[in-house]
């Protein structure tokens, strides 16, 4: 096991620890080591986008939703072509 000492904590951040520590029944080392643990590994994978951006969407976007119909795109200009 690691070691990790935190140096100039400020007197306010220590106090709002130190109660939240006292509500969970812990010890202020244990509380760190607990929302440490919380923040860097999440619960979950993070989702595929594709699946992130339809669960968004999913009530914009219904079977009326007209999509427009694609083209080609155009031809870029050629501009060293000569006259």
Known sequence: M?????????D?????????????????????????KATLHPTEAPSELGKRLRDRF???????????ERHAPRRAPQWDEPE
């Open 12 to 36: 306010a951040t220590k106090q709002r620890l130190r109660i939240r520590a006292a509500r969970h029944g812990v010890s202020m080392e244990e509380e760190v080591r607990r929302i440490l």
């Open 58 to 68: 999913a009530g914009i976007a219904t079977e009326s939703f007209a999509v427009p």
């Open 2 to 10: 690691t070691s990790l000492t935190i140096r100039n904590l400020d």
